[in-house]
């Protein structure tokens, strides 16, 4: 009895000294904070102040924070939950810029009840996608996938007969290990149909991934720019010249052997008759030789106006989701700097994909598209411009400038047009200016957003982003730290990944002016009298381009002047 009330003993201090052992873990791996407050950062309400967590760190010599080289940004990455959309969304407006496409999102009734309550799309509207549900019998591999699905795809083609049909796996598609990649080549063989595969499943990061998804998958359809079948290639061309120096050299040892002989002859009575053929075989080598000559020239000629033909101009390729008008408005602020787009990914038309190759310079719109650039880059050899995103003013000329850069352009009139464009948003300026503002994190837009409202005069505390790729928006983190710098405030923490109950906490702590933040917090933060907006709103409005910075400053102020009104009508 004694021992086991030893060992009892025992084993409590043990967790007690485990449990300590995770606070201080918890605390010496919380970040130097730029702010002077205190923070709540564990679950028994511990308040951690500045001076502790430098004290802590320094005491028990920890790595420091993980920065980017000659980055003054701070990046955190906690394990917390991911309360977002679910990436089959992109359906709802997809569907709406591929103008002859058809969207089969492949999943449970879950899935289409989403589709159809939570984006609101009437059942009448007989949008251009549909519902594959996945019924007991097919998840249980009790009826055929290949069968069910070309059933499905033959109606489409009956009803619609769209130019392209694109498949949307989900979570259900994936745990089942549904081989849509390869159903997908047969069909196409059977129906005459392209059929994009895109695993927009909620196993991503957030939703806006699920656009992510389908583009990646589209740069396997686009079309390949090459050279005409007529025109020879510089390597065909070293490999005939190659050869005809081979041939050169092996004419003059033979002419050499033929003089020889000859000389021999001379000498020699008894060889005199064959002199005559000899020399007449040796004149015949060397007009051959004189020949080859001329041809090896030429055909270095060739080489040269060959290189030279190969030097073909870049062409210039967007990629990104946006509606026609936006886009137009892109293409024409490139235009007045003399650079013509080539294509968009995706196009209105699915036969309007434009070509590819190494020739080819790719920008991204979104900051969401990490994999189309990927696929992009790899599969195409396409040359990425690493550019901010064209989400406010100063991104928008950020975004102009670095394509003139790559195309060798001065640019031309875009301080000036930045500069009218911050005259008309002065009343709206005025309401924002020098307010805080908090980003919990939600459709991977974040960066760009914060970068702007600090420009506009805002004070961002914190970042949160459910997944960062630091090397595609590598244009963007510079932006947003001289914006920072230009702006005299305070770098934001940028949390990926964030731990969504010791973000309220810091929200409590902090109580900002303004949180952006998902739909499942928003209400709860209300209650608590913490003005909130929803992050989905700049996912849907139209917020690129010069002149719809307004759209921006739109969304943010209205939830602040809504506050002022109703203050304003409490004490009246």
């Known amino acids: 009895m004694y021992n086991k009330k030893k060992t009892l003993s025992i084993t409590k201090q043990s967790l007690s000294s485990k449990s300590n052992n995770l606070k201080s873990f918890r605390i010496n791996s919380l970040p ?6 205190s923070i709540l950062m564990n679950k028994e309400s511990m308040l951690i102040t500045q001076s502790n967590v430098v004290n802590n760190i320094s005491k028990k010599k920890e790595t420091p924070i993980l920065k980017e080289k000659e980055s003054n940004l701070v990046f955190l990455c906690e394990t917390g939950n991911y309360h977002t959309f679910c990436p089959i969304s992109c359906v709802s407006w997809l569907y709406q810029k591929i103008e002859d496409s058809f969207f089969l999102v492949i999943g449970t009734k879950t899935c289409g009840y989403f589709l159809q309550n939570a984006l609101g799309v009437m059942i009448f509207a007989e949008p251009r996608y549909a519902m594959a549900e996945l019924e007991e019998s097919d998840i249980s591999a009790q009826l055929n ?5 070309k059933r499905l795809c033959i109606q489409i083609k009956q009803d619609r007969n769209p130019s392209v049909i694109v498949w949307i796996g989900t979570c259900t598609t994936e745990i089942i290990k549904m081989d849509l990649e390869g159903m997908a080549p047969m069909l196409e063989a059977e129906l005459g149909i392209p059929i994009v595969v895109a695993r927009a499943n909620g196993l991503d990061y957030a939703f806006t991934q699920g656009e992510d998804t389908v583009l990646a998958a589209m740069v396997g359809h686009c079309k390949t720019r090459g050279n005409s079948q007529n025109q020879p290639s510089l390597k065909t061309s070293n490999q005939l010249v190659e050869k005809l120096e081979i041939a050169k050299n092996q004419n003059m040892t033979t002419l050499k052997e033929n003089l020889a002989t000859i000389k021999l002859e001379k000498t020699n009575p008894n060889l005199l008759g064959t002199e005559q053929g000899n020399l007449s075989k040796a004149l015949e080598i060397q007009k051959d030789t004189v020949l080859m000559e001329q041809t090896c020239t030429e055909n270095e000629k060739k080489e040269k106006n060959i290189g030279h033909e190969r030097k073909i101009p870049f062409s210039l390729v967007l990629f990104g989701s946006l509606p026609s008008i936006i886009a137009n408005q892109l293409e024409f602020e490139l235009k007045k700097q003399g650079i013509n787009v080539s294509g968009w990914l995706p196009s209105t038309r699915y036969s309007d994909l434009p070509a590819l190759n190494e020739n080819v310079y790719v920008c991204g719109i979104n900051p969401f598209l990490s994999r189309t650039a990927t696929a992009l880059m790899r599969r195409r050899k ?16 950020a975004w102009i400038e670095k394509i003139c850069s790559a195309f060798g352009k001065e640019p031309i009139g875009l301080v000036d047009r930045e500069n009218k464009i911050w005259e008309t948003l002065q009343s709206q300026l005025d309401v924002i200016k020098g307010k805080t503002v908090f980003f919990m994190g939600d459709n991977l837009l974040e960066i760009s957003l914060a970068r702007f409202l600090i420009r506009c005069g805002m004070t961002v505390y914190e970042i949160g982003i459910p997944y960062m790729d630091k090397r595609f928006q590598a244009g963007e983190l510079a932006l947003l730290e001289k914006t920072c710098i230009e702006m005299k405030v305070p770098f934001p923490r940028i949390v990926e990944k964030p731990d969504n109950y010791y973000q309220i906490q810091r929200i409590k702590e902090l109580m900002p002016d303004l949180v952006i933040t998902g739909m499942a917090h928003a209400n709860p933060l209300e209650a608590r009298g913490i003005t909130t907006k929803w992050s989905v709103e700049f996912t849907f409005a139209q917020i690129h381009g010069f002149s719809n910075a307004k759209e921006i400053l739109e969304l943010v102020t209205r939830p602040l002047r809504r506050n002022k009104n109703l203050a304003q009508f409490a004490t009246s």
């Open 32 to 37: 130097k904070n730029h702010l002077n407050n």
């Open 145 to 149: 996938d290949y069968k069910e699905l």
């Open 382 to 397: 396409c040359q990425l411009i690493s550019a901010p995103f064209p989400i406010g003013p100063d991104g928008t000329r």
